[in-house]
């Protein structure tokens, strides 16, 4: 009896706990065009999103309105310790909403030597009283990385103080971390031109937590595409991801002899994780990568298409999509998928560097591919480009160069035959 009231005495204290959280949520306003001072109403929004941070509390809705955010002091990162909704796409006067179109919230930097090289926005929602929702941000780290050409074709990983010119930052766009039980809606967001060593867009589970990654575009990135993490290591409780309707386009490993990155989709092993409706294309390595042994998959309904060595991998087991239903041992639904070519509105000059670029280890990763639509000429012909016979050169002259958010809105504004991201 004892035992009962104390559990029932600390439930009741959380339960207590979490309304007054909720009952003290606010909503705020930020606006770079006219934002001023830390009140973030409506009226009087703030400049940045990085100054209304301290002010923060789980529950808490921050709006955000159209235009080019570099952080606090330009710092190029934001850090949240608490559960919140970040809300973009806004109006000047937040009455209208159009992410991917008039009104585009885009989170960047500068590259000015010894600025942040962290994640761009990272929410550690530990504690996790309400969910957290990340809904139509642009994160585009064009802005932040360092270059060696004036061009912008040829990344550098290291800084250079004598010019003033920072490294590429090794990370991704977003990373969001819960805490046991929570919930995480992500979608309407693009991450585009990161150069991390693991994830472009990382959500990170633990216990009994859940995870909805949807509609969003992912593209011309160094590292993995999506990745599912966790941080609960039992075997109850897994954490739960849905994938689904995400276009993952142009996923480059993390230099040109690197033998990591270069996937749409990774995954923890101790995950739950359903992944429908997406298109994954046109990585260095692959499509979805198990290489962790997540047990009771569903991968059910996706396109598949340019990759280089495998649509699916099962620790050091390729496999293109005809061959899942056979071959896949962790996969509890594998059916639907699909591999063809699609036509990818893209920009001319970037698709030529793109698909003419040189790799060290071009040939042999070449020579051992078992994936779908993996050609050179067939990439070409899904990039609007006339057929050729490339060479393989020794160096690398071009690796993730930057690509425009006009440039890179045009392939997510449509699905490819039903499957993929569309304009929310």
Known sequence: MKRFILLLAASMLAASMLAASSASASEYFVNVARGKGKDGTKEKPAKDLGNLAAKLVDGDVVNVAEGNYLGRDESGTDELGVSVSIIGG???DFSKRDPWGAHRTIFSGVSDYGKSGKVRLTINANKCAGPVVVDGIIFDNGPRNGYKDEAQTLISRQANGAKNLNASPE?????VKLGKGCEAIVKNNVVMNTAPTGAALAVWGNENSKARIENN???NNTGEGIWAYSLWKAKAGLPEFVIDHNTVLFNWKHDAIATYGGNSLKMDTEVKLTATNNVFAFGDYGGVDNIKLAKGI???????????LYDYREFNTNVKVSELEDEADQLVDSTGNVSKAIKVPMNEKWAALYAGRKEISRAEVDAKAKASNNGANALRGMLGLPLQANA?????EVWLHRMSVDDALKTGLEPYEGFGCKKP
């Open 171 to 175: 990370s991704g766009g977003l990373s």
């Open 392 to 396: 393989v050169g020794m160096d690398a």
């Open 217 to 219: 575009l992912v593209i």
């Open 90 to 92: 806004w109006n000047d």
């Open 298 to 308: 569903t991968l059910k309904n996706n396109l598949f298409t340019g990759h280089r």
